[in-house]
């Protein structure tokens, strides 16, 4: 009888090993290649907000719903709701989804961030990130775009000037929060916004850049072009904000540091590092909607 022929325990080893060794190959290339597909959805999403932004100026004498709410890294809300709303309002980007100009809700969100954050897209009103949006007030029940606008107007967050709303058919619409100097709205212009920076991923600070896209972030421009910018085009120390400003370059900042000193990008004093531009300090008051002099935002215009 002729014996059956077995795999040592040394050749089973060797097989095992190589397996080993072609996983740990092909891993890095799969996973390099995903990020690339998302990558290229997370651009392809922003040229989507590019034409809603579009509908949205044509219909609303060439006004851009983007901004800030006192702190330029807090560029991202869509919905104000909050324990405290009095009462819960769309704002910025979220008078898009309120004038049914958005057809893809998961546009304004990239791919690319951990399915967990509170600026991924959560079908579900629920979530860190309620969708659609609510109507009654909820502690941290705000809808946050997942990306950062460009901080170029000062929207209200729960009071105008005098914590009342202005009356109808005045400098304000009585349904919506819009940013005000008391006399006009100081809403950004498309028609200003040229080749200038507009939405870019989220650069609260350089550890959201980091677990996004790791080497970079794409940016969308006023004139409807996106393109990828590298982090070495823009983590640099000289984009410093001008004197006599308190603030830190954009990568000094921490968001880990909320409330403790100038670190946190929630600290007023570090709006600079963001931009430069006329719209603070002042609560209210209008932005030059030029190019800026200093911030982040500076180094994707030059781009």
Same mark, same amino acid.
């Given at each position: *009888?002729?014996?059956?022929?077995?795999?040592?325990?040394?050749?089973?080893?060797?097989?095992?090993?190589?397996?080993?060794?072609?996983?740990?190959?092909?891993?890095?290339?799969?996973?390099?290649?995903?990020?690339?597909?998302?990558?290229?959805?997370?651009?392809?999403?922003?040229?989507?907000?590019?034409? @809603?932004?579009?509908?949205?100026?044509?219909?609303?004498?060439?006004?851009? #719903? !983007?901004?800030?709410?006192?702190?330029?890294?807090?560029?991202? !809300?869509?919905?104000?709701?909050?324990?405290?709303? $009095?009462?819960?309002?769309?704002?910025? *980007?979220?008078? !898009?989804?309120?004038?049914?100009?958005?057809?893809?809700?998961?546009?304004?969100?990239?791919?690319?961030? #951990?399915?967990?954050?509170?600026?991924? @897209?959560?079908?579900?009103?629920?979530?860190?990130?309620?969708?659609?949006?609510?109507?009654? #007030?909820?502690?941290?029940?705000?809808?946050?775009?997942?990306?950062?606008?460009?901080? *170029?107007?000062?929207?209200?967050?729960?009071?105008?000037?005098?914590?009342?709303? =202005?009356?109808? $058919?005045?400098?304000?619409?009585?349904?919506?929060?819009?940013?005000?100097?008391?006399?006009?709205?100081?809403?950004?212009?498309?028609?200003?916004?040229?080749?200038?920076?507009?939405?870019?991923? $989220?650069?609260?600070?350089?550890?959201?850049?980091?677990?996004?896209?790791?080497?970079?972030?794409?940016?969308?421009?006023?004139?409807?072009?996106?393109?990828?910018?590298?982090?070495?085009?823009?983590?640099?120390?000289?984009?410093?904000?001008?004197? =006599?400003?308190?603030?830190?370059?954009?990568?000094?900042?921490?968001?880990?540091?909320?409330?403790?000193?100038?670190?946190?990008?929630?600290?007023?004093?570090?709006?600079?590092?963001?931009?430069?531009?006329?719209?603070?300090?002042? *609560?209210?008051?209008?932005?030059?909607?030029?190019?800026?002099?200093?911030?982040?935002?500076?180094?994707?215009?030059?781009?």
């Amino acid at each position: *009888m002729r014996r059956r022929h077995a795999f040592t325990l040394v050749e089973l080893l060797v097989v095992i090993g190589i397996i080993a060794i072609l996983i740990g190959i092909l891993l890095p290339t799969l996973s390099r290649a995903q990020e690339a597909s998302r990558k290229t959805v997370c651009l392809s999403n922003m040229r989507q907000l590019s034409d @809603y932004l579009r509908l949205y100026a044509a219909e609303a004498k060439d006004t851009l #719903p !983007i901004g800030f709410i006192d702190q330029k890294a807090f560029s991202y !809300i869509m919905n104000w709701n909050n324990a405290g709303s $009095n009462p819960v309002k769309p704002s910025q *980007m979220g008078l !898009i989804v309120v004038a049914n100009l958005s057809k893809n809700p998961k546009a304004f969100f990239c791919p690319s961030e #951990p399915p967990d954050s509170r600026f991924q @897209y959560h079908p579900d009103v629920n979530s860190v990130n309620p969708w659609p949006f609510l109507n009654t #007030p909820r502690e941290d029940g705000h809808t946050k775009l997942g990306f950062s606008a460009r901080p *170029m107007a000062n929207w209200p967050s729960n009071n105008f000037p005098g914590g009342v709303a =202005p009356p109808p $058919n005045s400098y304000g619409d009585a349904r919506f929060w819009l940013p005000s100097d008391g006399k006009k709205l100081t809403l950004p212009r498309l028609a200003r916004s040229g080749s200038l920076a507009i939405l870019a991923d $989220n650069i609260i600070d350089k550890n959201y850049v980091l677990r996004r896209h790791k080497k970079g972030v794409n940016v969308l421009y006023g004139n409807g072009g996106a393109k990828w910018v590298e982090l070495a085009a823009f983590d640099r120390p000289e984009w410093n904000p001008m004197p =006599p400003s308190n603030g830190k370059p954009w990568r000094a900042l921490n968001a880990d540091l909320v409330g403790s000193d100038g670190n946190s990008p929630w600290n007023t004093a570090n709006n600079d590092s963001f931009l430069q531009d006329g719209s603070w300090p002042t *609560m209210f008051s209008a932005g030059t909607q030029s190019k800026a002099v200093r911030g982040i935002w500076a180094a994707f215009d030059n781009q």
